[in-house]
């Protein structure tokens, strides 16, 4: 079985240009995770679907940050414009359902530099 | 706010000895707890989860250890191999929180063959 599919891999960009991030969840998850890692630190959520609701998405920057998962399967992360303190592993997990309890798998993460 | 935090950044241990890896959290809600085992360039790969009715529980080369009383968690990985070499994370979640997994700050585990 596959595993959460994420791409690219790696983003290099210049402040104040538009990136977007994109994930294929593991077949049959319902619901998807957006999570943003600093260096040296945990992942912290960004934005949580369950199917194709957002139903957390209150530590998401609005002002830039947007997200879809428009079908309840593939999802899309994207920052306009982005901003230097924006470079971090954005990772995307998927679980068969929420509600606590719930194994989170992850994707290898795209690792965006923003110069 | 609540938050999950790990005693120590850094451990390093020989080939064959046991690991020992240290979690403290806050949220005397928490019901749900996770280790994750990140290498570098990977996402998190779930090592071994625990709910809170439980004290501890063991896996293949790994047993977590919960003392809710003084809201501290352990993972102890026995044998430790070269390619345990990670960053590890314990996470936890409550019902309070719904979904909403917290990462501690992760503790880089080095093993010197």
């Known amino acids: 079985e596959a595993g959460v599919v994420q791409s690219p891999r790696y983003k290099i960009i210049e402040k104040k240009q538009p990136v977007a991030f994109w994930c294929n969840p593991i077949?049959?998850?319902?619901?998807l995770y957006w999570y943003r890692q600093n260096l040296g630190q945990g992942p912290e959520l960004l934005i949580r679907?369950?199917?194709?609701?957002?139903?957390?998405d209150s530590q998401l920057p609005k002002d830039r940050f947007s997200a879809e998962r428009l079908k309840g399967v593939d999802s899309t992360l994207k920052i306009q414009p982005a901003e230097l303190g924006d470079s971090a592993v954005y990772l995307c997990?998927?679980?068969?359902?929420?509600?606590?309890?719930?194994?989170?798998?992850f994707g290898s993460g795209t690792q965006l530099s923003v110069l | 706010g609540e938050s999950v935090g790990l005693h120590l950044p850094t451990l390093s241990v020989q080939e064959g000895d046991n690991s020992i890896i240290n979690c403290a959290y806050s949220n005397s809600a928490s019901d749900y707890f996770i280790w994750y085992k990140q290498e570098s360039g990977k996402g998190p790969q779930f090592i071994i989860d625990?709910?809170?009715?439980?004290d501890k529980r063991q896996g293949q080369r790994v047993t977590v250890l919960l003392n809710k009383t003084v809201k501290h968690l352990s993972l102890q990985i026995a044998a430790t191999q070269p390619g345990d070499s990670a960053v590890y994370f314990c996470a936890e979640t409550s019902e309070t929180s719904g979904s909403r997994l917290t990462f501690g700050e992760g503790t880089q585990l080095t093993v010197n063959p």
């Open positions: 679907y369950e199917n194709e609701e957002a139903v957390d």
């Open positions: 625990i709910r809170s009715n439980m």
């Open positions: 077949s049959g998850h319902n619901t």
């Open positions: 997990a998927s679980s068969k359902r929420t509600g606590g309890q719930e194994k989170l798998f």
